[in-house]
């Protein structure tokens, strides 16, 4: 069974950086993985997201603030944020897209999601 595990979130000041992490469990091969958030009453929209071999691609408005980053080795996916917003208060939800089987195509797993708040 594929569970992610997230950690990190919290609340920081604006301006402040944080970390975020998640650990993905009983995987056989990973693919994409990557960030989504979900702020009140708006649409989970991509944040940030990294192949296998470390290309990475951002929304246009964390570009120079947040970095994706991946431990192949450890099955875990990093976003590292910095200079954070008000904008940026959301739930953080991370994915992966998971093999568990050498024979069936990978299939999109969700982290629980964790919280991330900016304010003074």
């Known amino acids: 069974q594929v569970q992610l595990v997230e950690s990190g979130g919290g609340l920081v000041q604006p301006g402040g950086s944080l970390r975020l992490s998640c650990v993905v469990s009983?995987?056989?091969?990973?693919?994409?993985m990557g960030w989504f958030r979900q702020a009140p009453g708006q649409q989970r929209e991509l944040v940030a997201s990294?192949?296998?071999?470390?290309?990475?691609n951002y929304v246009e408005s964390v570009k120079d603030r947040f970095t994706v980053s991946r431990d192949n080795a450890k099955k875990t996916v990093y976003l590292q944020m910095s200079r954070l917003q008000s904008e940026d208060t959301a739930v953080y939800y991370c994915?992966?897209?998971?093999?568990?089987?050498?024979?069936?195509?990978?299939?999109?797993?969700w982290g629980q999601g964790t919280q991330v708040t900016v304010s003074s």
């Open positions: 994915y992966a897209e998971c093999k568990v089987r050498p024979w069936v195509p990978a299939s999109r797993y």
């Open positions: 009983g995987s056989t091969g990973i693919n994409d």
């Open positions: 990294i192949t296998r071999t470390g290309s990475a």
